[in-house]
T-cell receptor, first 111, second 111 residues
């Protein structure tokens, strides 16, 4: 059973479209991170959100942490082919600095 | 600045064989982790270490052992490989348990 559920699992869109990826759990997390992973490489950290309700922007990417600290979303505006990759969310448990990863959303942006 | 280096990058083992995966980091990070990534499962924590000489079990530790004799190195051992251990293995490190830096992975096939 996955502690963090990501949806959708797969997303294929045209360049210029907007999209939102969701990360949901029944557990509360002290912080939540988003990573992007390209084929043959390890995940690369995009952002960490810590406060419930927090919104962070990274160029065309907007990240939000749910008020109850159980869920998060990633919104991409005007997607580009360079955004293609596997997007992973990871929640930090309260017991120790361990992160639990979701199964990921595979995004393909077609030119 | 190499970051996190994993060796080897690829390996094929026969069932019952043993091997050691090496992870080296040059960032003076205290925490190190071993994850496995399987399709549809995301990243699952195998073992982790909070400092030189310490190790602890993660979510899926069975069949694996680890050692952290030097701060910069974290070794993952498979004593008797099984086909269920076919996976991509990622090592990560962090300074204070929050911002992870991942290696580029080791793709292991057990036949």
């Amino acid at each position: 059973t996955q502690l963090l559920e990501q949806s959708p699992q797969f997303l294929s869109i045209q360049e210029g479209e907007n999209l939102t990826v969701y990360c949901n759990s029944s557990s509360v997390f002290s912080s939540l991170q988003w990573y992007r992973q390209e084929p043959g490489e390890g995940p690369v950290l995009l952002v960490t959100v810590v406060t419930g309700g927090e919104v962070k922007k990274l160029k065309r990417l907007t990240f939000q942490f749910g008020d109850a600290r159980k869920d998060s979303s990633l919104h991409i505006t005007a997607a580009q082919p360079g955004d293609t990759g596997l997007y992973l969310c990871a929640g930090e448990g309260y017991n120790f600095n361990k992160f639990y990863f979701g199964s990921g959303t595979k995004l393909n942006v077609k030119p | 600045n190499a970051g996190v280096t994993q060796t080897p990058k690829f390996r094929v083992l026969k069932t019952g064989q043993s091997m050691t995966l090496l992870c080296a980091q040059d960032m003076n990070h205290e925490y190190m982790y071993w994850y496995r990534q399987d399709p549809g499962m995301g990243l699952r924590l195998i073992h982790y270490s909070v400092g030189e000489g310490t190790t602890a079990k993660g979510e899926v530790p069975d069949g694996y052992n680890v050692s952290r004799l030097k701060k910069q190195n974290f070794l993952l051992g498979l004593e008797s490989a099984a086909p269920s251990q076919t996976s991509v293995y990622f090592c990560a490190s962090s300074l204070q348990g929050r911002s992870y830096t991942f290696g580029s992975g080791t793709r292991l096939t057990v036949v």
